[in-house]
């Protein structure tokens, strides 16, 4: 699978081939050889929704030079939108169909993690975490 950076496109654009690319790939069960869920049409949907909400909270913004930044499959059939720069920098949203963003964050010494409706957008303290990777 391509890193996101290796995609031929604006980010927005890079980031839904990444997600069709991840549905087709990971669209039956046992993809990893150990019963893993299939990551589902509705799940590919959901993390569209937030890659919306992501390109407007960053709008005029990119990713700083030195973060990494990925969207991996999770074995029950989530997709993981993760950041990092080093362990003091480090955020990861898993998105299922189940209509929730799940998150957790090491900034610094402050830590956040949670559970939010995606139907009400981006919480504000995840929001907050985002932009710190981007300038």
Known sequence: MKSIREFSA???EA???ALNALGTRYS???WDGEDA???EKATIAQAERFAQDIERLTSGM???AEVEFDITP???GHLAFGWYIDNDYVLDVSIGNDG???FASRIGKDHHSGKAPSRLGIPSDLASDI???YQ
């Open 10 to 12: 604006s980010p927005q």
């Open 15 to 17: 980031m839904r081939q």
């Open 28 to 30: 039956s069960s046992n």
């Open 37 to 39: 869920a299939p990551i």
């Open 62 to 64: 990119h990713l700083k």
């Open 74 to 76: 999770e074995p029950d």
């Open 100 to 102: 929730f963003y799940y």
């Open 131 to 133: 932009r710190l990777f």
